[in-house]
Structures are given as structure tokens and as C-alpha cells.
């Protein structure tokens, strides 16, 4: 690689970082939807980070943004990485899409029997988003 490249890469790598820092600072102060923007700017700039990834999965999990979450911790498992519960809480994240699947799956059978069922309906709307998102 040309020297010029080397300091892009470098310099790009170091705002990737600063986005994270500041992200993981919002996070822990609760501001959700800053550090999701400031992740965002840092995938932008380091596609290549598992903490980026690591964290915004975790974000979107903690909102219940579920399919959200799986897409960010499946490129996280991806990248390299020493942390040793991402697995874990990976296996949890596809244990919860499957039952979110089974549910919505029985809520539909249910529906198809009792159409005004505003409970049913409402629960797998709320499934729906979760699985959407």
C-alpha cells in the first residue's frame, strides 16, 4: 500500500475509534439513539471493528430491535475478536427470533379462528415490529 493510503486508513481507523468511545460513553448515559448515530459514523469509517458491531447489536437488543440486533452480531461473530461471551449471547439472540417465529406463527393460527381478538392482534403486531426492525 502507497504511503498516502496508510494514513487514510490510519486516520480512518482513529476516527472509527473516537466515534466508539463517545458512542459507548452515550450508551452508558442512556442516550440510545446518539450512540447509535456515532456507531453508524464508525461502521462508516471502520467496517472491520468488532466493538462497533459488539455494541450497536447490543443497543438494538436492549430496544428489543431484534433482527436489528442478529444482523450487527452476525457480521460481530464474523470479525475477530477475543470476547468470549458473544457467543453466548448470540445463541440467546437466535433462541428469541425462533420463539418470536413460533409465536407469531400460533397468534396467526389463532387469529385465523378468532378475528377480532384485539389482544392477539396487538401482540403480533408488537412481534411483527421486533422482527422487522
Do not use: C
Not at 48 to 59: A, D, T, W
Amino acid at each position: 500500500m502507497k504511503e498516502p493510503e496508510e494514513r487514510e486508513l490510519v486516520k480512518s481507523r482513529e476516527r472509527a475509534t473516537e466515534f466508539l468511545q463517545t458512542a459507548t460513553h452515550d450508551y452508558y448515559s442512556g442516550n440510545f439513539s446518539e450512540a447509535l448515530r456515532r456507531l453508524e459514523r464508525a461502521k462508516w469509517h471502520n467496517p472491520y471493528s468488532h466493538s462497533v458491531f459488539r455494541l450497536s447489536g447490543q443497543i438494538y437488543f436492549e430496544q428489543n430491535r431484534f433482527r436489528k440486533a442478529f444482523d450487527d452480531w452476525s457480521r460481530a461473530v464474523q470479525l475477530p475478536n477475543d470476547d468470549a461471551m458473544m457467543s453466548r449471547d448470540f445463541d440467546v439472540l437466535k433462541k428469541i427470533l425462533r420463539y418470536n417465529r413460533n409465536e407469531m406463527d400460533r397468534l396467526q393460527r389463532h387469529l385465523n379462528k378468532k378475528p377480532e381478538d384485539r389482544i392477539s392482534i396487538e401482540q403480533l403486531r408488537e412481534l411483527d415490529l421486533q422482527m422487522r426492525d
